[in-house]
């Protein structure tokens, strides 16, 4: 799981440069922080980013991105949501990379509802993408694995919230679109009994 979420915070860096083109210092200083691993010097060069950018009347959706993506590896899952959240009401790229994460966030704050309307967000999204790394290196971003963990994801704040009836029909739905999955089998016979 690990290893997947920094698969998906590398994938929203890229997204990042998108949008600024990596023009603004401190979002692309932000940007080589996140890359590096020092996501308290990463969350602070996107802080000062929003900052500048609020002084100046403009919207930073790509710094509030950067925010929630630091604060998601340093586990502060409120502020994830909050700068996630804030980044697309400013307009930010939607993508399910993001949703995936404001959902995440909110299970373990055992926030299910809210974790519920972002994973049905982040479903509804294409499954591939393009992303750039600066204004020459683009590549197609593959999308598939996170909406399919938000699938499951989805059943499993149906069963934290006891409705038993919605956890057995989303993981029929998962089920019947990934018959590969051995423990989502598992997990379809257990719901079986409820």
């Known amino acids: 799981m690990r290893n997947r979420n920094r698969k998906y915070l590398v994938l929203l860096t890229a997204a990042v440069c998108v949008l600024t083109a990596c023009s603004k210092n401190l979002v692309r200083e932000g940007t080589e922080q996140l890359e590096q691993g020092d996501y308290e010097k990463a969350a602070a060069a996107f802080e000062q980013a929003a900052e500048e950018a609020e002084k100046e009347g403009e919207r930073a959706p790509e710094a509030y991105r950067g925010i929630g993506m630091a604060c998601y590896a340093q586990e502060d899952y409120e502020g994830t949501r909050q700068n996630l959240q804030k980044a697309l009401d400013e307009g930010g790229l939607e993508t399910p990379i993001i949703y995936n994460l404001i959902g995440v966030s909110s299970m ?87």
Do not use: H
């Open 108 to 194: 373990k704050l055992e926030d299910y509802d809210t974790a519920l309307t972002a994973f049905g967000k982040g479903i509804e999204l294409p499954e591939s993408g393009t992303v750039s790394r600066g204004t020459k290196q683009e590549e197609t971003a593959d999308y598939s694995e996170v909406i399919r963990e938000m699938k499951l994801n989805r059943v499993i704040c149906f069963e934290k919230k006891l409705d038993w009836e919605n956890a057995k029909a989303a993981m029929a739905e998962y089920a019947s679109q990934y018959p590969d999955d051995a423990e989502a089998q598992k997990e379809a016979e257990f719901l079986s009994t409820r």
